[in-house]
């Protein structure tokens, strides 16, 4: 099992470019998670899902956007990147049920936009 | 609305001595979870251990342990006799029931052990 994966590993984009990120996680995960995470923040949550075909926002939805088209796949987009949108960006999944199921995390792509 | 507190930034310690995380949460719910993770140099997040807010008993695993305390709403880590590999980014994070089960993260203490 490959866990949770993560696509681009690194990224550099000029202001005002889109991407889209990519997670895939092959453990049949019902939840999945971007957060993002900056020095001195932590990690601040974008959107999640809960279930294929649902999304919803976290703590710091502005200037993203997300699907989950496929239970397997959590797709992050940028419309426009902004400076302040450079960060180290990681996807998370769990089972459904309680909130006592932990996260499982990818490995991060770091992006920086000029 | 959650929050999670780590006040130290940074810890510096030389190999064998013991060193304490601390973490201090707050929330109105009487039914919580709350998690520690690791993030070494390698950049992952790896999962240590949770804590339901009905159990306060400590946990001990290996040279790691945990004291949970409600009354103080502390959920503190402790490594016993640390080693060059235990440098690295500590998390702690609340869970509550409901709304996709967010983790609130607090923002990390940056755990350096030297020889």
């Known amino acids: 099992n490959a866990g949770v994966t993560q696509t681009p590993k690194f990224r550099v984009l000029k202001t005002g470019q889109s991407m889209t990120l990519l997670c895939a996680q092959d453990?049949?995960?019902?939840?999945m998670y971007w957060y993002r995470q900056d020095p001195g923040m932590g990690l601040r949550l974008i959107h999640y899902?809960?279930?294929?075909?649902?999304?919803a926002k976290g703590e710091v939805p502005d200037g993203y956007n997300v699907s989950r088209l496929k239970k397997q796949n959590f797709l992050l987009g940028l419309e426009s990147a902004a400076p302040s949108q450079t960060s180290v960006y990681f996807c998370?999944?769990?089972?459904?049920?309680?909130?006592?199921?932990?996260?499982?995390f990818g490995p991060g792509t770091r992006l920086t936009v000029l | 609305a959650q929050k999670v507190t780590q006040a130290q930034t940074e810890i510096s310690v030389v190999e064998k001595e013991d060193v304490t995380l601390d973490c201090v949460y707050e929330?109105?719910?009487?039914?919580?979870?709350l998690f520690w993770y690791k993030q070494p140099p390698s950049g992952e997040l790896v999962f240590l251990i949770r804590?339901?807010?009905?159990?306060?008993q400590n946990e001990i695993s290996g040279r790691y342990s945990w004291n949970f305390q409600k009354s103080t709403s502390s959920f503190n880590f402790t490594i016993t006799a640390s080693q060059v590999v235990d440098s690295a980014v500590y998390f702690c994070?609340?869970?509550?029931?409901?709304?996709?089960?967010?983790?609130?993260f607090g923002t990390g203490t940056q755990l350096k052990v030297e020889l």
């Open positions: 899902s809960v279930g294929e075909g649902t999304t």
């Open positions: 804590r339901n807010s009905f159990d306060e």
């Open positions: 929330t109105r719910d009487t039914t919580y979870y």
């Open positions: 994070a609340l869970s509550l029931p409901g709304g996709g089960n967010k983790l609130t």
């Open positions: 998370a999944s769990r089972l459904s049920g309680g909130p006592y199921n932990e996260q499982f």
């Open positions: 453990m049949n995960h019902e939840y």
